[in-house]
């Protein structure tokens, strides 16, 4: 089975590379690959004997450019199974790389199997709540649900570096801008996150502070998204990013369905609502029933000092 990892570091980070890599590993294959973007190379190169594609199109915030260069890395040998961490790279270019190569597009993947040369997975389905099982014959590429798999256990050697630099055809005049203000939820080891509870854009902008001070990511709900006040690259939900930190930092937000889907994989959730019958309870290790504004000074003091 052939077997290949495309990533690069401003999605994902370097845990959920070397999660892929050691899913690759466990599942073991003929030709082993890992494609990447040039700055998580450097991050990943006590990775051992693979070979790493190189390319700078891969960090290419244009769509047409990253996907250019996805093509040109893997070329002609197709992998059966190409893993990519889920993220923005997975939703920009997986189901267009599975519809090149004829094969399906799978994300939110927690669990990959070989089987007598085919691939099972396991998948997340209505927002975390079931798993569906797949069986496929014919090539898959599965976004790989953050914390899922064991972290590759690498050596020190050094990989083989195969650098292709040229720009695909047509991207180099291309430009867009690319929202990177929730780049780094996937990878945030403590996420405070706002919703409409804050009741402003200054309430949520508030939240930088605290943010510095314990060093954390900003998230937000929809609704502090729909109003304006973040970007949608910062919503966590179902419709937005899935995290997994260590903290989960909920301020202000209720706990619907949709928002606790994004953030289940949170090892430790603290919420802050005044409303002691709100759901986001239910889902939190500690709950603070209070008014944000009336505890954030206190708890501002007691960090500072
Ligand atoms: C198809 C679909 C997809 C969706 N996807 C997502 C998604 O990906 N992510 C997501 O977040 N939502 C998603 N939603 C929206 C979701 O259903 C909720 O509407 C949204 O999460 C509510 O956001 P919120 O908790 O910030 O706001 P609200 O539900 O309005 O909650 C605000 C909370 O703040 C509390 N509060 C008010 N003032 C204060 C204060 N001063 N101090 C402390 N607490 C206070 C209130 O008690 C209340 O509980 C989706 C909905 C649909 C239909």
Known sequence: MRIAVLARLADVGEAPVREAMGL???????????????????????????????????????????YGAALRLIGDSRPDLLLLPEGQLFEMIGARLA?????SAVR?????????GEILLRKGAYGG??????????????GLRAGAFPAADVGP????????????EGGQERRTVRDTSGDDLGRAKVIVSGGRGLGSREGYEGLRPLAGLLGASLGASRAAVDEGWASPSQQVGITGRKVAPELYLAIGISGASQHLSGMSGSRLVIAVNRDEHAPIFEAADIGVVADWYQIWPHLQKALEG
């Open 99 to 103: 519809g090149h190569f004829g094969m």
């Open 24 to 66: 690759m590993a466990a599942l073991g294959g003929e030709a082993q690959s890992l494609i990447l973007a040039p700055a998580a190379v450097a991050a990943v190169a006590a990775l051992g004997e693979v070979r790493l594609g190189v390319h700078p199109g891969l960090e290419d915030p244009d769509p047409e450019m990253t």
């Open 157 to 168: 050697q050094t990989p083989v570096v195969e650098e292709i630099s040229s720009l695909p």
């Open 108 to 116: 939110d993947v927690d669990e990959v199997r070989a089987e007598g």
């Open 129 to 142: 709540k079931a798993n569906v099982r797949l069986r496929a014959r014919a090539g898959v590429v599965a």
